[in-house]
Nanobody
Framework: QVQLVESGGGLVQAGGSLRLTCSAS????????MGWFRRAPGKERDFVAA????????YYADSVKGRFTISRDNAKNTVYLQMNTLKPEDTAVYYC?????????????????WGQGTQVTVSS
């Protein structure tokens, strides 16, 4: 089992940047594929980005492609989401998730463990 804690959220102006961090404890993170999801007010939880166990392959939602970058440091048991050129529509609670597979994909149901989330608010 792995416990996940997100950090790095906050309030930022449109066009700004934030880096979210997902820190893991328990089992080593290298045994899990990782993903980031978000839930905007009144909406469903949506896929944002995913990365394989080794970090060799990444996948992004079309809405964030070219602006967000997912990465991981297995030695530090940490996953990151670098978010650039933020837009007001990026406002949401962001969650990291771990999947007991090589690549978790875009479906939240394929992930086994979740963090508590961190709020990102982008002002216009």
């Amino acid at each position: 089992q792995v416990q996940l804690v997100e950090s790095g959220g906050g309030l930022v102006q449109a066009g700004g940047s934030l880096r979210l961090t997902c820190s893991a404890s328990g089992r080593t993170l290298s045994t899990y594929a990782m993903g980031w999801f978000r839930r905007a007010p009144g909406k469903e939880r949506d896929f944002v980005a995913a990365i394989t166990r080794s970090g060799g392959r990444t996948y992004y939602a079309d809405s964030v492609k070219g602006r967000f970058t997912i990465s991981r440091d297995n030695a530090k048991n940490t996953v990151y989401l670098q978010m650039n050129t933020l837009k007001p529509e990026d406002t949401a609670v962001y969650y990291c998730a771990a999947a007991a597979s090589y690549f978790g994909g875009t479906n939240s149901g394929d992930y086994n463990y979740w963090g508590q989330g961190t709020q990102v608010t982008v002002s216009s």
